[in-house]
């Protein structure tokens, strides 16, 4: 079956414009996951959806960043006032609920100029 | 003080060589442990759970020191497709779901 899809694959941004990024996730994944992985780094935690609300979004490094699943598939996630040090790549990941195995797409490699 | 250390590496070994990788934890309250394989500008995938009794996987075997808060991988006979970045995991310290990962583990298999 199809697996976890992210768009765009690739995203270059000027410093201060807005962005968005979009996960679809394995249909009938409740639980959806952000990370970003800077380079040479592991990914970090940025935010946990369970179903269509936020568990937790502790990870989110300040306001400038949101994300939202209004339906409880398809997953936006918003950066306002792009800054250098946000560019790194983006990776969603689904899993059936929130303690199954979680399932990562190939990300979306964000470059902020 | 990062939750999940690793040594980045990199190990270069020639093939057929047993290679082994260590993870340390802080969280001591953690309870889900993994190794995960990333190939080069590729996203993270499970290479295989880790329990408490140890597991076996192929040429692959974890461990898991609750006490020490330890990790390890062990791979047997390397092949030169093992040759990508592992990264140890726990699961987060707040909900239990998020994914914490180590910097990773960079892994040279040379013919």
């Known amino acids: 079956g199809a697996g976890v899809s992210q768009t765009p694959s690739n995203k270059v941004t000027e410093k201060g414009k807005y962005v968005e990024l979009r996960c679809d996730p394995i249909?009938?994944?409740?639980?959806l996951y952000w990370y970003r992985q800077s380079l040479g780094q592991g990914p970090e935690f940025l935010i946990y959806f369970q179903g269509t609300g936020a568990a937790d979004d502790s990870g989110l490094p300040n306001d400038r960043f949101f994300a939202v699943r209004p339906e409880g598939s398809v997953s936006t996630l918003k950066i306002q006032r792009t800054e250098r040090g946000d560019s790194a790549v983006y990776l969603c990941?689904?899993?059936?609920?929130?303690?199954?195995?979680?399932?990562f797409g190939p990300g979306t490699r964000l470059l902020v100029l | 003080r990062k939750e999940v250390e690793q040594d980045p590496g990199p190990f270069n070994v020639p093939e057929g060589a047993t290679v082994a990788f260590n993870c340390t934890y802080s969280n001591s309250a953690s309870q889900s442990f993994f190794w995960y394989r990333q190939d080069c500008r590729k996203e993270p995938k499970l290479l295989m759970s880790?329990?408490?009794s140890g597991n076996e996987d192929g040429r692959f075997t974890a461990q898991l020191n609750r006490a020490s808060q330890y990790i390890s991988l062990l791979i047997r006979d390397s092949k030169l497709s093992d040759s990508a970045t592992y990264l140890c995991?726990?699961?987060?310290?707040?909900?239990?779901?998020?994914?914490?990962f180590g910097k990773g583990t960079s892994l040279l298999v040379t013919p």
């Open positions: 880790v329990y408490s």
């Open positions: 995991v726990v699961n987060g310290k707040n909900s239990g779901y998020a994914l914490n």
């Open positions: 990941a689904s899993s059936t609920t929130g303690l199954e195995t979680q399932y």
């Open positions: 249909s009938g994944h409740t639980a």
